[in-house]
């Protein structure tokens, strides 16, 4: 089935320049062609013609860094990882329809007990319940004394390979590891490594052996030292990122992940965990250094994705702080959405609005590259060319 999709811009996500008037036609869920009205794709026979010419189209987002049944302003976040898996699952499942609702197509789900990532990738993938397609990792890998421990904690050698085989053995799409301490957690520093050298060259010998890759919570220190040594291809949150490490990070073509939501934003963890002093004051202490320190990053050039590490519906938010940190409303877009692709492994199905990608893409009601604020203005969410998501009356 061909479906013409008509725009008031789209775009791409690519560099290239938005497409005025533009045109997409689709087929079976895959974009076929993309451009201007006079293109060989408004020319082109389809079965169904879909008038969004009051909108600006651009790729479906994909949350680089999140959960599932976490809710950081309800506080204690490893407490709501320990919770029964019939309760887990059900707490995920408005988290999901948020995220779908606010144009996130696409999710990364970085660690969740009693294996229900996998459970709801293939929930949604059947069509029982509606959200993004998910990209999971199983249960995360975390030492007995790192941050990070819900029910399940993975000490030494052969336990870090048998934890990765195990969630592999499952269909993994990538292993996660905690290699450092975190804000959200009482006990642990963010400077402290809780694993060894040896260990985390395991786990991304054991992802490599896999095809895969490691995506590793790190802020900096010690910790982002081994990953850089290892191989790990994604430095997730990177709070603490030294100039020497992000130039080593840009060399090597590796990935940081940015979750700047939770951090900041009200319903993050100042919500309720503002009560406990000692995750109040690291909370405040980042703040005062992340700003600085992602505007060095972003001048570096090195690779940047974004995640809104369980604020479900707040992509929008990832972007706007980026902008404030100094990237153009170009590349804030990108990370959310073709940079996020690169990131993930995903970027040869998703990511920008070109032939052959599938047709993942949102309708907002203003143009996000004259304010990314414009993000939140979801009027419409697509997967694979059909609506999933409305939010007015776009027919």
Known sequence: MKTLI????????????????????IEDGVIRRV?????GAGKEPADRVEDLSDFFLVPGFIDSHTHLSIVPAEGNQLAQLRLPPGEAVLRSIPNIDRNLRSGVTTARIMGQEHYIDF??????????????????SGIGLVASNGHGVGLTVTDGVDEVRRRARQNLARGADFIKLFVTGGVSSEGTSLDVCSYTQDEVAAAVEEAGRAGTYVAAHAHGGRGVDLCIQE?????????????KQVKAIKKQEMWIVGTFTILYHPEGIEKTDFNVPSIRDKVLWAREVVAENFARVLSSGANVAVGTDSLHGMIAYEME?????GASTLRALQAATRDAARA???EDRLGTLEPGKLADFVALQADPLKDIRNTAKVAAVYKEGEKVSCCCGCS
Request: net charge positive; glycine share 14%; aromatic share 4%.
């Open 231 to 243: 191989g790990v291809r994604c430095i997730e949150h990177g709070a603490f990122l030294s100039p």
């Open 6 to 25: 008509k725009a008031k811009q789209i775009i791409t996500g690519t560099d290239a320049a938005p497409i005025d008037g533009g045109v997409m036609l």
């Open 321 to 325: 702080c980026l902008v404030r940190f």
């Open 35 to 39: 451009g201007g009205a006079e293109a």
């Open 119 to 136: 459970d709801m990738k293939r929930a949604v993938a059947r069509g029982l319940i509606q959200g993004p397609r998910l990209l999971t």
């Open 344 to 346: 993930c492994r995903v």
